[in-house]
């Protein structure tokens, strides 16, 4: 028997193939993923600027609300991920800023690079969380209060929505698993 050689760095850079092989979405599951994605935005600055009930906005949520209409069965897209990964990644650029009191290329890297991380050995991985972690050194937040609200509060929403709304289609399900 041969043994194949570990391909070398630059070799690896070309990639496994060159198409993917996945197939086009059939043009229901495009129409019900994009309306899946208007409707939670659209509902939470509803929430947030029209009734000014409560902050539930913030732009990572866009990402996220791909991931729960697009992809409802991916790793990424469960509630333990959406809800572990952005409180996880908000909690850690919050404790950056305190610290330093600075927004600095290196606190935005290390607020990210903690938070990935943290979501990995928790197995909370969100990637739209990563940039979770960058808002409170940008905004220079400190207050921990911006974890319920809008962080964990518009988690609730779209996890609430994302339940309501896949569910409804016979051929999803939502969520794939909790824990």
């Known amino acids: 028997m041969s043994e194949q050689a570990t391909p070398s760095y630059l070799e690896r850079l070309k990639g496994g193939k060159l198409r993917s092989g996945l197939p086009y979405p059939h043009w229901q599951d ?16 509803l929430v947030q600027t ?18 729960v209409f ?26 950056v800023y305190t610290l330093f009191e600075e927004t600095a290329w290196w606190t935005l890297g290390l607020a990210n690079g903690i938070a990935i991380m943290l979501m990995v050995a928790t197995k909370t991985v969100h990637p739209p969380a990563g940039a979770t972690s960058l808002l409170p050194v940008i905004g220079c937040t400190t207050e921990l209060d911006w974890l319920l609200s809008p962080v964990l509060v518009g988690c609730l929403i779209i996890l609430v929505v994302g339940i309501l709304y896949n569910n409804i289609w016979a051929k999803r399900r939502y969520p794939a698993f909790w824990f």
């Open 30 to 45: 495009v129409l019900i993923a994009g309306v899946g994605g208007l409707i939670i935005i659209a509902l939470l600055q």
């Open 50 to 67: 029209e009734w000014d009930l409560t902050q539930c906005f913030i732009v990572p949520f866009g990402a996220t609300a791909v991931l």
């Open 70 to 95: 697009a992809a409802p069965a991916a790793p990424f897209s469960q509630p333990r991920n959406i809800i572990g990964g952005h409180l996880l990644s908000a909690l850690t650029g919050i404790v």
